[in-house]
């Protein structure tokens, strides 16, 4: 039997039935590593969820393979809308995943919009700032229709923390947050908090080269988590997400 690591939560309703969901969901996928559950249910505790046990990047994990994976992944088109069955979580946020048949039109009101809402009805942001987040949302549709965009199963919240290994230097995902969506938009992810060694990066554009204005889009994505991070942990992100709201007006 596998070593096994267990986590509960009672806070949250499903998130962790949310988080299998993902894993298993990532596996099925079949072409990068992902945690296996090993066990989930609910006690009079809560909910719990178990995994194998993996052990913390080391020099042997082979990023440049891992980043290979990675974009085969998203090479993968998993269906013909945006978004997710049901609502899961990012953070302790609930993430929007009503799906959409365009992709500019969910991140905008799914995820931006939303976002934006959730921070100005908290006053965390003020009316001008505000309108500044909804015009970008608004005209992303028009701002990169030309495009080449199709559904891949995003991880959601790749950060830094959110892959350890197997004893092989297998890199394997973890603590996912699922949707359909824009391949550059798990990528940007991966540098918004440290960031992977540069073999990863090479690895996956072997396999996905960039598109005009990448980098731009990498803004973009990453101002939703900056957003999210604003409304869960206050306004020593607020200073970020004006940055990136002027740079993207």
Same mark, same amino acid.
């Given at each position: 039997?596998?070593?096994?690591?267990?986590?509960?939560?009672?806070?949250?309703?499903?998130?962790?039935?949310?988080?299998?969901?993902?894993?298993?969901?990532?596996?099925? *996928?079949?072409? *990068?590593? *992902?945690?296996?559950?090993?066990?989930?249910?609910?006690?009079?505790?809560?909910?719990?969820?178990?995994?194998?046990?993996?052990?913390?990047?080391?020099?042997?994990?082979?990023?440049?393979?891992?980043?290979?994976?990675f974009a085969e992944h998203h090479r993968v088109r998993a269906g013909n809308d945006y978004g997710w069955g049901r609502n899961?979580?990012?953070?302790?946020? *609930?993430?929007?995943?009503?799906?959409?048949?365009?992709?500019?039109?969910?991140?905008?009101?799914?995820?931006?919009?939303?976002?934006?809402?959730?921070?100005?009805?908290?006053?965390?942001?003020?009316?001008?700032?505000?309108?500044?987040?909804?015009?970008i949302a608004q005209h992303l549709p028009e701002r990169w229709k030309g495009l080449e965009v199709w559904p891949s199963l995003?991880?959601?919240?790749?950060?830094?923390?959110?892959?350890?290994?197997?004893?092989?230097?297998?890199?394997?995902?973890?603590?996912?947050?699922?949707?359909?969506?824009?391949?550059?938009?798990?990528?940007?992810?991966?540098?918004?908090?440290?960031?992977?060694?540069?073999?990863?990066?090479?690895?996956?554009?072997?396999?996905?080269?960039?598109?005009?204005?990448?980098?731009?889009?990498?803004?973009?994505?990453?101002?939703?988590?900056?957003?999210?991070?604003?409304?869960?942990?206050?306004?020593?992100?607020?200073?970020?997400?004006?940055?990136?709201?002027?740079?993207?007006?």
């Amino acid at each position: 039997m596998s070593e096994a690591f267990r986590k509960t939560q009672r806070r949250f309703p499903n998130m962790l039935d949310c988080e299998r969901e993902g894993l298993e969901a990532l596996a099925a *996928v079949g072409k *990068v590593g *992902v945690a296996r559950v090993l066990g989930y249910g609910k006690s009079s505790e809560g909910e719990w969820l178990e995994i194998e046990l993996l052990e913390h990047p080391s020099g042997k994990l082979n990023y440049f393979e891992f980043g290979q994976r990675f974009a085969e992944h998203h090479r993968v088109r998993a269906g013909n809308d945006y978004g997710w069955g049901r609502n899961n979580y990012i953070g302790n946020n *609930v993430q929007i995943n009503d799906p959409h048949p365009d992709w500019w039109e969910f991140f905008a009101t799914r995820r931006l919009e939303f976002q934006t809402k959730m921070a100005r009805d908290s006053g965390l942001i003020d009316a001008e700032l505000a309108r500044q987040l909804t015009g970008i949302a608004q005209h992303l549709p028009e701002r990169w229709k030309g495009l080449e965009v199709w559904p891949s199963l995003l991880h959601g919240d790749l950060w830094a923390g959110n892959h350890l290994m197997r004893s092989n230097g297998e890199g394997v995902l973890i603590d996912p947050a699922v949707y359909r969506g824009h391949w550059e938009a798990d990528l940007a992810m991966t540098k918004l908090f440290g960031g992977y060694p540069s073999a990863f990066y090479e690895g996956f554009h072997r396999i996905l080269p960039k598109e005009k204005e990448h980098e731009r889009r990498e803004m973009l994505y990453n101002l939703y988590h900056v957003l999210n991070h604003l409304n869960l942990f206050g306004r020593s992100y607020l200073g970020q997400v004006r940055t990136m709201a002027r740079s993207l007006c």
